[in-house]
């Protein structure tokens, strides 16, 4: 194809160079895209009498004619194009002849290439959406079944205070509700159409920008048309709301690991989101946990690369910005495909609650509790805390938990102990007394739910 930027040059471009230069295979995806704007873009140019309304009828059918052919798949990305505007802008003139022509009147690949992006984003930014809610509607569901699973809480991967799996699922629900907050943000400010500023300084054509980015579902215009060009801001916001997304996926994934292994035993992934060994026969990975924990890194690395592109580039346009898609795709690519599988992953996780409830009758969870009900004695906390890791390490030290402690040792160490510590200390009742907002007991775990639910709508 021949260039559309030929016009000082009349030597041809050396063949790796010109290959160098290509964006087709990457933003060819934004095809659809690229023909809704030149659609609105014409329409603009016949509606201000800057080409006639014949002229801008023909490029309106012409562009129509090429996404339904290409939809169609009767005609094919031409990928010896340098770019998506190049392939659009050459198929519509071989179809349509002079016309043709005419549709890169008042426009630049500058401000179409801004606008692409920003259509093509904002179609992305509701699909990642759904994906999100699917997966915080599939912690919520677990959640509810597992509102009552006692487990260990823990802090330091120790053994700390009970919880439930359902509360312990819902914070990651919590995470997800900020992501999907984080990612409309960002999609609000980019919310703002860059056509019209051409290629860096505005038109002399009387043109109605106004009018396109209306054509064009955006609510508001580029004030600046040197930062219309220029800004990536959006791109970089939302890599890196992309990337918190995957931090809250890689910590679930890492947690799913944990628990399926053989030291943990509290889950065990479906069949259909576990892999064997090729050579041990026994073995049962939990691969999709572990590719999404691996995959994070490249999440954030295209965040870095966008930030990095973009912190030495004078204004306005510089080819530098070219990258800006690859990355920007590659971060909504991979968060997607993360979030496809994790959702029916935790969807189909079985709960092992005996074992959580083993984990939890171990490791002195009930030891704050314990130092309470001193307090309530009249003990100050600090001196209940004290003595209650000598009672703690006493028990370690017999190889018993704080509940088989007879109470003459409880005694020996405080006249203030009585019979009804055991209570106090019983797993189950140091769950259910913990009823402060935000906490683990079943009732509050189904207030969770509802409030997320309620959010989600
Ligand atoms: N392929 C280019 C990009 O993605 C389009 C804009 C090209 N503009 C230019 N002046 N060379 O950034």
Known sequence: MSKLWS???SGAIDEAAEDFNRSIRVDSRMVRQDIQGSIAHAK???????????DGE?????????????EAGTLAVDYEAEDVHTFVEQTLTERVGEPGKRLHTARSRNDQVALDTRLYLRERVEKTGDLLRA??????????EAKAMVMPGYTHLQRAQPVTMGHHLMAYAMMALRDLGRLADAS???????????????????????????????????????DGVSDRDFC?????????????????????????????????LSDAYSTGSSIMPQKKNPDMAELTRGKTGRVYGD???????????PLAYNKDMQEDKELIFDAFDTVDACLTVCAPMVGTMTFLPENMRKAAAAGFINATDLADWLVGRGMPFRTAYKL????????????????????EAYRARSELFDETLYDAINIDACLLRRTSLGGPTPESVERQIKIVKELLK
């Open 58 to 70: 023909a490029i309106v059918d012409g562009l129509n004619g090429i996404l339904a052919d290409l």
């Open 44 to 54: 603009m140019l016949a509606a201000q009498g800057i080409i006639t309304p014949e």
């Open 7 to 9: 016009g000082r040059t």
């Open 236 to 268: 970089v916001e939302l890599a890196a709301a992309l990337s918190l997304v995957m931090t809250h996926l890689s910590r679930l994934s890492e947690e799913l690991i944990l628990w399926s292994s053989w030291e943990f035993k509290y889950i065990r």
């Open 303 to 313: 965040l870095m690369a966008l930030l990095t592109m973009l912190k030495g580039l």
């Open 388 to 407: 209650t890791g000598q009672i703690v390490e006493e028990c370690a030290q017999k190889g018993v938990a704080l509940e088989d402690l007879p109470l």
């Open 188 to 226: 609000r400010r980019m919310d703002v159409s860059p056509i019209g500023c051409c290629a860096l300084a505005g038109t002399t054509y009387p043109t109605d920008r106004q009018l396109e980015a209306e054509l064009l579902g955006f609510s508001a215009v580029a004030e600046n048309s040197l």
């Open 135 to 144: 997966f915080v509607r599939a912690l919520c569901d677990r959640a509810g």
